[in-house]
């Protein structure tokens, strides 16, 4: 099993930047693929950007595609969500979460371990 903990969330304008950072506990880290999802007020949660437990491949929505940038550190245990020139509505709630040996799948239930969630208010 592995415990996630997502920190870096808050409030920015529009256009400025947040990093997220997403800490998991355990020794096995190397072998979870991990993602960040993201819920909306109202809305379903829905796919950002996945990175694959070898690092090799990444997963991007198209709405984030070249804003945002997933990355990990399989020393530190800790995946990033570098999000850049940010609008009003990418406010909601990012979840990290991870699946052992998984694909890039933007599928949710794809993934068995969650984090609690930061939220993330991005203001016009």
């Known amino acids: 099993q592995v415990q996630l903990v997502e920190s870096g969330g808050g409030l920015v304008q529009a256009g400025g930047s947040l990093r997220l950072s997403c800490a998991a506990s355990g020794r096995t880290f190397g072998t979870y693929t991990m993602g960040w999802f993201l819920q909306a007020p109202g809305k379903e949660r829905e796919f950002v950007a996945a990175i694959r437990w070898s690092g090799s491949s990444t997963n991007y929505a198209d709405s984030v595609k070249g804003r945002f940038t997933i990355s990990r550190d399989n020393a530190k245990n800790t995946v990033n969500l570098q999000m850049n020139s940010l609008k009003p509505e990418d406010t909601a709630v990012y979840y990290c979460?991870?699946?052992?040996?998984?694909?890039?799948?933007?599928?949710?239930?794809?993934?068995?371990?969650w984090g609690q969630g930061t939220q993330v208010t991005v203001s016009s």
């Open positions: 979460a991870a699946e052992r040996y998984g694909t890039v799948t933007s599928r949710e239930t794809s993934y068995t371990y």
